[in-house]
């Protein structure tokens, strides 16, 4: 697998949850194919080319407020300062204005602002009188007053390539100029659930079954602009039925990602069904909890990411590890989620070795508004229930054995 991956199957080598996500972003190729689309299509994509603005941001210098446009130079000593009015400009306005000196005009916030013009009065601050206007303070030379370029300059960097089109970038696109964006290609992902025991809700549960969650936790996680989705459902624990399915996945997809089955159980296939349709693999040991183990492989084009099947199980390992390798792999530029501070209500004991991710409520806040967590069960890997109810993950360091009530800690907010 990806140079230097300090994992191997036989081994048993735990890894740490930086060592393993650091692996796992090695591993993650990203999509390299490109496709222009128009702006309103492109909201949701990943930006695949570094823009620059196209014009100057604003283009023209303009009023920030409503009020009137005045020239230093009319005005004389106060204390009242006494202008008639000598005009009018509203947005949309074209700004060319052969306004004799001595007067101001009347103008409205995105108005441009006239050559010479140079302050603009809050129409607050004036009162009217006969022919004009009287105010009481005098302006500062260019105050109200948008400059040309001020937000950004023609030419200046606006995006670069790697981020999601969200509101702010597509506001961000549209005054730079772009009508049609570069964006990569939809990732294209494959999910399935394996395990004989899976059930459809809504169907009757028959003795031994449960309902499937996973594939709708996978569902709603993957629902994204820049992800072509294929869901191939549950699969039952049969190696010849697993096989095909995999195969077909990594043949179209570039991204496959399933739960169950990558334990070491009997009715764990993944791991030796991957090998057998030609991908590499490893079974990761990560010392995290909950969440060990999780499986990656590569066919070919495709990557393969192995899930637990206890439900939150899979949804700690996708948060933490899968969902920034999908991220990489679908071109995205993405900062690791960074942890926020937190302390408990509670003291805490446990084991020490792995890095762990307990579901938490939020009891209260400290007076400076730091969240103050309380922990919800010590054994929850199965327990889907509890996620819902959850608040988000507190983050207990590997070594960590004990912790008082009052402790700081870091917390990942759902
Ligand atoms: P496995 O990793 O396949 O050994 O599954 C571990 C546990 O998770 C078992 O109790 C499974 O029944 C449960 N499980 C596996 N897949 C799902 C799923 N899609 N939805 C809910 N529970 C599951
Ligand atoms: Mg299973």
Not at 251 to 259: A, E, F, H, R
Request: with cysteine; charged share 25%.
């Amino acid at each position: 697998m990806a140079d230097g991956c300090a994992c191997d199957r036989n081994a048993q080598t735990y890894l740490s949850v930086p060592e393993a996500l650091k692996w796992g972003l090695a591993a993650a190729h990203p999509v390299t194919e490109t496709e222009t689309l128009s702006l309103s299509d492109s909201i949701g994509r990943v930006l695949a080319e570094d823009c620059v603005s196209k014009v100057d941001m604003p283009a023209f210098d303009n009023s920030a407020m409503d009020g009137y446009a005045v020239r230093m130079s009319d005005l004389g000593q106060g204390p009242l300062f006494d202008l008639p009015v000598i005009g009018r400009i509203a947005a949309g306005d074209s700004g060319r204005h052969s306004a004799p000196a001595g007067g101001a005009l009347r103008i409205f916030t995105g108005a441009p602002v006239p050559a010479g013009f140079d302050a603009v009065l809050m129409q607050e601050d004036c009162e009217h009188t006969t022919d004009g206007i009287r105010f009481a303070r005098c302006p500062k030379p260019g105050q109200h007053i948008r400059r040309a370029g001020e937000d950004l300059e023609a030419g200046a960097p606006i995006l670069r390539r790697g981020c999601e089109i969200g509101p702010r970038e597509a506001a961000a696109l549209a005054s730079a100029g772009y009508g049609e964006v570069k964006v990569f290609r939809k990732l294209r992902v494959a999910i399935f659930s394996t395990g004989s025991e899976l059930r459809q809700p809504g169907e009757a549960l028959g003795p031994g079954q449960i309902y499937n969650s996973n594939r709708f936790m996978l569902l709603a996680l993957l629902d994204k602009q820049w992800i072509e989705l294929s869901d191939r459902g549950p699969v039952a624990d049969k190696p010849e039925l697993l096989k095909a399915v995999l195969r077909e996945a990594c043949d179209t997809s570039d991204l496959i990602v399933t739960t169950g089955g990558v334990s070491v159980g009997d009715e764990d296939h993944m791991p030796l069904l991957f090998t057998e349709i030609g991908g590499e693999t490893d079974v990761m040991k990560v010392a995290m909890k909950p969440g060990k183990p999780i499986m990656f492989g590569r066919r070919k084009n495709a990557l393969y990411i192995g899930l637990p099947g206890n439900p939150v199980s899979a949804y700690v390992t996708w948060q933490i590890i899968g969902s920034q390798m999908m991220a990489r792999r679908a071109g995205l530029h993405r900062a690791v989620p960074i942890p926020e501070q937190a302390v408990l209500d509670e003291p805490l004991e446990r084991r020490a070795g792995r890095q762990e991710y307990r579901p938490v409520r939020i009891e209260g806040t400290l007076p400076d508004g730091t969240p103050r967590l309380r922990l919800m069960a010590a054994s929850y890997s199965g327990r889907v229930a509890l996620l819902a109810q959850a608040d988000g993950l507190a983050i207990i360091p590997a070594e960590t054995e004990e912790m008082s009530a009052g402790q700081q800690l870091g917390f990942l907010r759902f």
